[in-house]
């Protein structure tokens, strides 16, 4: 068994962790700034206290542009208390008051010209004796959980590396914070700091999900602008990674194989049109070197056609019973047994997969795989080694319908050298007491665990 590891904050500047409570009259969603003001927090009523004052000194705002355009570590940590003081002293309209839509053009662009520039499968390689991987599952716009957790993992540093498996938005309240926060820390530290893509990074799940209206609600005439700017950053977001070339990780983990073959040339043509081999039709595990020519740039990723295995990647969910199958529950991606779990991982040499996807919500509904309560579960233990889902955002969803709230902690993963392949686990409670704030999305009628899409709305 892996040794697990409860994050206890001993530094005394910073939030102490401590268990959420159930809210269980939550009012109905809003956003405007009067109600932001007047009503009470649906996310906790818990009496327990943030060490961090609420009535900090307010930091110098709005966050200007570095002069030289570098971004350096400090710039990053003056952007995160910005956003957190901003979150619990500023109603929503008043976003620009702490990022201006100048600044936040050059962040993003600035990040969107890396993240573009990464294949699809980026190797991460080249750590010394004293490095670490932190691993992070979903968060979910639950930024005062994301500054603790990077406060209790420490900061990116030369020697400690950063991968984030997708989900950065929806659901919690402050999803444009985070996802621009954690961009920030990729422009200060490239090859420190990996965020991949999950499958909330789409135009149909932001829609549905609440962070369109949060951009709309925060940059208000702007907010078009700023959300396009979003979804094309999204476009740019590699799908999955190789950690010292023995773990695997991915939002949702595996994928099929999508053979083509070349139809016959017609007399006089100068092309040939690329066709779905008619025996592709049974499942088969899908190659990295297929991973590598997928095309990710997609506002949604397809769930037909040629270009499955971004979806796959995505949306798939791994199941106790053997062998591929359709993910029929999501109407897109697929379940894949132990069996594609330890052939992927002899294929490759690998020793762990790390994936994300599954909160306490959607692991209540899954028989045979365990409850995600302390952030992980270990799904799949096999010859060749072991599948760990990992989820991030302690007490999720932050707006809950149910009179009970599933009260679970998030966790992240330590891997350390020399192999990189015997995970650490941290696991943690949300900070509470959250700042007020009302849902972007109606959470009482949403579909939960993102189940029984509106596929035909996902055609890019």
Known sequence: M????DSRNTDP????AVTADANLNAPPPSSSDE???SSVSVASSSSSEDTQSHTQTPPQTPISWPADSVITQAWVISLMEAFDWGSRNLPPSEFPSILSVQVFDKLVLSASKLLHKEPNCVRIDGFGTDSSVVVVGDVHGQLHDVIFLLRDAGFMADNRVFVFNGDYVDRGAWGLETFLLLLAWKVSMPHKVYLLRGNHESKYCTSVYGFEKEVLTKYGDKGKHVYRKCLGCFEGLPLASIIAGRVYTAHGGLFRSVATTPSKRSKGKKTRKLILNPESSSLVLGSLEELSRARRTVLDPPWEGLNLIPGDVLWSDPSMSPGLSPNKERGIGLLWGPDCTDEFLKKYNLKLIIRSHEGPDAREKRSGLGGMDEGYTIDHVVE???LITLFSAPDYPQFQATEER???KGAY??????NFDAPVFHSFEAI???PKANPFYDFED??????ELDLASMVS
């Open 2 to 5: 892996f040794p697990p590891s």
């Open 13 to 16: 500047t910073t939030p102490a």
């Open 35 to 37: 109600d932001f003001f």
């Open 384 to 386: 060749s080694g072991k």
């Open 406 to 408: 599933f009260k679970n």
């Open 413 to 418: 993963i330590v891997l350390n050298p020399p």
């Open 432 to 434: 509470t007491p959250r």
């Open 446 to 451: 949403v579909i939960d665990s993102d189940e």
